[in-house]
Nanobody, 123 residues
Framework: VQLQASGGGLVQAGDSLRLSCAAS????????MGWFRQAPGKEREFVAA????????AYADSVKGRFTISRDNAKKTVYLQLSSLKPEDTAVYYC?????????????????WGQGTQVTVSS
């Protein structure tokens, strides 16, 4: 199983980015997909999760209304649209796959992880 995250970069506050995570080696639509992030010196935290067929996504309160998670099962890819970015959004963003049906917010519930993509937001 491989999850390949991409799309990070250096942006200014207020800008937007779209992260992608391409999956291989698994039956993609059997997995809930999530995004997490980890800032320097902090624990990894939940950002968003989306169900197997894209309904009823879940978001952390800190990103609700600014970030949007989506997926394309035909392309085996999950996306995270980041808008109205703030300096506190600076982190390495990871995608993850969970074979259960719940939209889990705990990182230890996820079975597979990507390598992460850096997002840096300057003020």
């Amino acid at each position: 199983v491989q999850l390949q995250a991409s799309g990070g970069g250096l942006v200014q506050a207020g800008d937007s980015l779209r992260l992608s995570c391409a999956a291989s080696g698994l039956t993609f639509n059997n997995y809930v997909m999530g995004w997490f992030r980890q800032a320097p010196g902090k624990e990894r935290e939940f950002v968003a999760a989306i169900s197997r067929y894209g309904g009823s996504p879940a978001y952390a309160d800190s990103v609700k209304g600014r970030f949007t998670i989506s997926r394309d099962n035909a392309k085996k890819t999950v996306y995270l649209q980041l808008s109205s970015l703030k300096p506190e959004d600076t982190a390495v963003y990871y995608c993850a796959a969970d074979r259960t049906v719940s939209l889990n917010r705990r990182s230890d519930e996820y079975d597979y992880w990507g390598q992460g993509t850096q997002v840096t937001v300057s003020s």
